[in-house]
């Protein structure tokens, strides 16, 4: 039984069955079911799969034409060079047929992280960012990245904005806008640093597994630069899911990977915000549904963040 994606997502029955036979056979059983986890706003194959054996693993899939192949890619050899201990699955396998390439990762079983206030996941996550965020990369990881441009260092918005201000652009961002783009313009000097970036960290990118805890998914982004990253990443996440502007701002402001280096900690959130706010206002993309009202609200959150540091 397969159960329908929640959003565009590809299904298990739509990988061509030559692809779904080669799984099978590394495997080592065939596949009962194919469950696709509410979050994301992916649409390629993400799935976790039973086998007969009741073994349980997770699989991403795209064609070889389709860019996301070369972030799966680059995801399974991000897996493959983690330090030990790092928060992350293992890789299995990497398979392809039928002009598709497979990811096949270890199976996570639990929720995503509840980063609400009541729940001790977000302190945990934090946790585990001190964590990854205190020592320099491995060199492994350093060389295996070395190829891939970082997502987070060309983050902007703020400057497009400032160049052709829309008509109906919120009268207070107006009159914040070339502040703002100032902010984000020091971003890219500031965005080389040695530390090991996740670089997409929501929590639809995180599992609570019941044995591992939170543990964190979907290294597609995966980079060096500056410890701030992720962390000042994962502030707008916690106002989302509840938190006070005024506490996460406190967070960031005493946490490990963002205290020492604050005005790299702003300049990112500075670009991060302009990049939401800039792609709220373009029209849904195919097969992602809610990704701009998500970027409006997460625009929102930035920028209340950006008023605490800056005041
Ligand atoms: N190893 C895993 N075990 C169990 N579930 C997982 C695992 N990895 C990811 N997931 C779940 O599958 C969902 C989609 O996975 P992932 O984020 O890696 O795919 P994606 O297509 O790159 O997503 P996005 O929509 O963020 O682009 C995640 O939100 C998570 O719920
Ligand atoms: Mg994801």
Redesign the pocket.
């Known amino acids: 039984m397969s159960v329908l994606p929640p ?1 565009g ?1 590809l299904r298990w029955t739509d990988v061509p069955a030559l692809l779904r036979t080669r799984l099978e056979t590394a495997l080592g059983s065939s596949v009962t079911d194919a469950v ?13 799969l039973t086998l007969t054996s009741g073994r ?3 699989v ?1 899939a ?1 064609p070889d034409d389709d860019p ?1 192949t070369d ?2 890619v680059h ?1 399974a050899t991000v897996l493959d060079v983690l330090p030990p201990g790092a928060p992350a ?1 293992e890789l299995l396998g990497i398979h392809r047929a039928a002009g598709r390439t497979a990811v096949v ?8 992280p509840d980063l609400s206030p009541p729940s001790g996941d977000a302190g945990q996550t934090w946790a585990l960012l001190d964590k990854l965020t205190s020592s320099p990369a491995p060199a492994a990881y350093t060389e295996a990245v070395s190829g891939t441009p970082s997502g987070a260092a060309g983050l902007h918005g703020w400057d497009v904005l400032r160049a052709d201000p829309p008509g109906d652009l919120d009268l207070d961002v107006r009159d914040r806008l070339h502040e703002l783009a100032e902010l984000e313009a020091a971003w890219p000097s500031l965005a080389q640093g040695d530390r090991i970036v996740h670089g ?1 960290l ?1 929590a ?4 609570r ?1 019941h044995q591992q805890g939170v ?1 964190f ?4 982004h995966a980079t060096t630069g500056p410890a701030c990253i992720d962390a000042a990443s994962l502030a707008p996440q916690l106002i989302l899911a509840g938190h006070a502007p005024a506490d996460v701002a406190r967070l960031l402001r005493d946490h490990s990977a963002t205290a020492t280096d604050p005005d790299t900690t702003t300049a990112f959130l500075a670009a991060l915000t302009g990049h939401w706010y800039r792609n709220a206002r373009k029209p849904e993309p195919p097969g ?1 549904p809610g990704l701009r009202a998500y970027q409006h609200r997460a625009a929102a959150a930035g920028l209340a963040l950006l008023d605490y540091r800056l005041s």
């Open positions: 959003s997502r696709t986890p509410a979050g994301g706003f992916g649409h390629q194959l993400a799935a976790a349980r693993f997770f991403k795209a996301l972030a799966n995801e699955p990762i270890a199976h996570l079983d639990g929720p995503h997409d929501r639809d990118n995180m599992v597994d543990t998914v979907d290294w597609a992602a």
